[in-house]
């Protein structure tokens, strides 16, 4: 587990483009087929050149690509990351997951362009469940910031700067990984995935 303070930054601009980024994995949660990751340039990334995307169009509802970091585990934590819901028919989704034990079991906030709103779950054997959420406009096409405080049993939850929801929960008490979430045929691009041990 980390010591307070210490911090990952993951920009992507160093990493070859097309391939999977250093340091990190791709997984699953669900059905369908596997997620596809990969560095791309992007002129409009918050930090150029490169980006992260999701490009793997499968239309499977109950489907979560996962891009998990490899270094470190974090208890305590403040996560957030910049995203941008690029295409999807049934999903235009972006999240961050924390505390993940495995693909299976973790926390996951995520915002969605389709739906207009702002989702706190935990998943567990697969299973994800809803504890807490928000309604507000999620603009596709555009660049937003995601960011949680995860302290304990109390969860946080900033969408572009503005507090949108707290909330308790107990299921994962333990350290575990963070990384980047989307959800069936959501093509998503994320840039500057920071975290920050509390």
């Not at 596997?34 to 930090?47: C, G, I, N, Q, R």
């Amino acid at each position: 587990m980390q010591a307070s303070g210490q911090q990952l930054i993951y920009n992507f601009d160093s990493d070859p483009v097309g391939q999977v980024p250093a340091k990190f994995h791709s997984a699953r949660t669900g059905h369908g087929s596997e997620s596809k990751w990969a560095v791309m340039a992007d002129p409009t990334a918050p930090s150029k050149p490169n980006v992260v995307a999701q490009t793997s169009t499968d239309t499977t509802d109950y489907r979560f690509p996962l891009l998990i970091a490899d270094q470190a585990s974090f208890k305590d934590l403040d996560i957030s990351v910049k995203f941008k819901a690029v295409s999807g028919r049934v999903d235009q989704a972006g999240g961050l997951v924390f505390r993940l034990k495995d693909p299976n079991n973790y926390y996951i906030v995520r915002a969605n362009a389709l739906e207009d709103n702002y989702r706190l779950y935990h998943v567990v054997d697969g299973r994800r469940r809803q504890f807490a959420g928000a309604n507000f406009k999620v603009t596709s096409g555009a660049w937003h910031e995601l960011r949680v405080v995860a302290i304990g049993t109390k969860f946080t939850c900033y969408y572009d700067g503005e507090k949108k929801i707290e909330a308790s929960d107990d299921t994962f008490k333990d350290a575990g990984k963070v990384g980047l979430w989307t959800k069936a045929d959501s093509v998503t691009s994320f840039d500057d995935l920071k975290v920050v041990a509390k």
